[in-house]
């Protein structure tokens, strides 16, 4: 993850951090400047006394809002997504199989998921001479091809990539290995294993 994902990841965390360095930032030059000194302390005891009380109920509140935000955010906004993949095996008339493979994803969230880049690894098992791994990159999407990636997947949205591979007839079996991964770097994985030969 780079660190402009951290960032956005984390910016509640580094925003109240800031605060807090700046808060005594601001105390400090003031104590250097005599703006506030031990003698102006003791001569304004009362306020300060009055000023105490506003300042923890501040902090009381400021915490508050800060622990809701952090399970609000976790329990509510927090990026969820449902992947599956499905494979349907056709024969042809030569020495493969073709395998069929769709790769979709939901947004089961209330958070929009942007710019989702899916990844698929097949593992090809057999005889030692059919046994091999393959990675996809070449991918298809619903009224659209020649494009890797859509831009969003709204909530309660759900969008599919697809393609095909030709797996030779002495293969035993394929196991299909797919990721999601969005520009936020949350990541959802699935796998799936389907025998080489003709659906029914």
């Not at 923890?56 to 508050?64: C, R, S």
């Not at 057999?126 to 494009?147: C, D, H, L, V």
């Not at 890797?148 to 599919?160: K, L």
Request: proline share 4%; no cysteine; glycine share 4%.
């Amino acid at each position: 993850m780079d660190i402009y994902n951290w960032v956005r990841r984390h910016r509640g965390a580094i925003i109240f951090a800031l605060s807090i360095i700046v808060i005594l930032l601001l105390i400090a030059n003031a104590w250097k400047h005599q703006v506030l000194s031990s003698e102006w302390l003791k001569d304004q005891k009362g306020a300060l006394a009055a000023l105490n009380s506003i300042v923890t109920l501040f902090v009381f509140i400021a915490g508050a809002i800060f622990s809701y935000y952090r399970f609000f955010k976790g329990r509510t906004l927090s990026l969820r997504a449902d992947p599956q993949i499905n494979v349907t095996v056709h024969p042809t008339d030569g020495s493969s199989n073709i395998h069929a493979y769709d790769l979709s994803i939901k947004n089961v969230g209330t958070s929009t998921i942007w710019n989702p880049k899916p990844h698929l690894k097949l593992i090809i098992h057999g005889p030692p001479n059919i046994e091999s791994e393959r990675e996809i990159s070449g991918w298809y999407e619903e009224e659209r091809a020649n494009e890797h990636t859509v831009p969003v997947i709204e909530a309660d949205e759900r969008v599919s990539f697809f393609g095909h591979q030709e797996i030779q007839h002495e293969a035993w079996a394929v196991t299909y290995i797919a990721s999601i991964q969005a520009d936020s770097g949350d990541s959802w994985y699935i796998s799936k294993t389907v025998t080489n030969a003709p659906n029914k």
